[in-house]
């Protein structure tokens, strides 16, 4: 008996148990997208937010500090050159050469002329300088707060060793000084800041220039207003 040959498939058949394989298909994305684009989008979007929360918080500051200054009036504190006093000054010989060893007390008054604030004041320190820069002395003292529509007088003990420039320098210092003709200025520095009740403020660096006055001026009363300078300008 002949074998059966197998039938041939018909063209076009396709075999149901082999699965079917489907192209790739390739995603079509709109003209209009740029990943690029949307990142620098989103910064942008960014910045203009912070940039907007920044410019309210300054209004609010600036209105804040308007509101401040109207309803408070702030006022800076007033300085006078009011007593020097010496314990000691003469000139001795070293080894370096002449040295000038002086000791004095210096009184400087403060004035808070606000209604309602108080001025806080951190460590203060004064240099006591003579003609040619010589320095007479240095003194601080800690810090403290003057309340409102107070006066104090504030003393710094002075104590200098300095060395001088030539003996012809001595001989002036010392006799100008027995002459009461010496010619002093104090300069202050010290941080202040305003409270009010239990707030207080950030505190700001100031400088203050005291002179120039010879001694018999101090001696007679006169009493000069002393320039302040804030922030260091």
């Known amino acids: 008996m002949s074998q059966m040959q197998p039938l041939k498939k018909p063209p076009g058949f396709k075999d149901p148990t082999i699965p079917i394989q489907m192209p790739p298909r390739k995603v079509q994305l709109p003209p209009s997208f740029n990943p690029q684009k949307e990142r620098s989008n989103c910064c942008c979007r960014c910045f203009c937010c912070c940039f907007l929360i920044i410019l309210i918080l300054l209004l609010l500051l600036v209105s804040a500090c308007g509101v401040f200054y109207l309803w408070f009036d702030p006022k800076a504190p ?14 001795t010989e070293s ?25 806080v004041y951190g460590d203060t320190k004064v240099d006591l300088k003579g003609e040619n820069d010589v320095n007479m002395g240095a003194g601080e003292v800690v810090g403290f707060v003057l309340e409102n529509r107070k006066v104090k007088v504030v003393k710094f003990v002075m104590k200098s060793n300095e060395l001088l420039y030539d003996e012809s320098s001595g001989k002036l210092i010392v006799d100008e000084f027995k002459n009461k003709n010496l010619r002093v200025s104090a300069d202050v520095s010290t941080d202040i800041g305003v409270g009010y009740k239990g707030w207080k403020s950030w505190n700001i660096r100031v400088k203050v220039s005291c002179g120039s006055l010879r001694l018999k ?11 302040i300078t804030l922030f260091n300008w």
């Open 95 to 119: 080894q370096d050469g002449q040295r000038l060893n002086a000791q004095s007390v210096l009184g400087v008054e403060l004035k808070n002329p606000n209604g309602e604030l108080k001025i």
């Open 217 to 227: 001026q101090i001696e007679n009363g006169a009493t000069p207003k002393c320039g």
């Open 78 to 91: 007033v300085f006078h050159l009011r007593s020097l006093e010496f314990t000691k000054f003469n000139v």
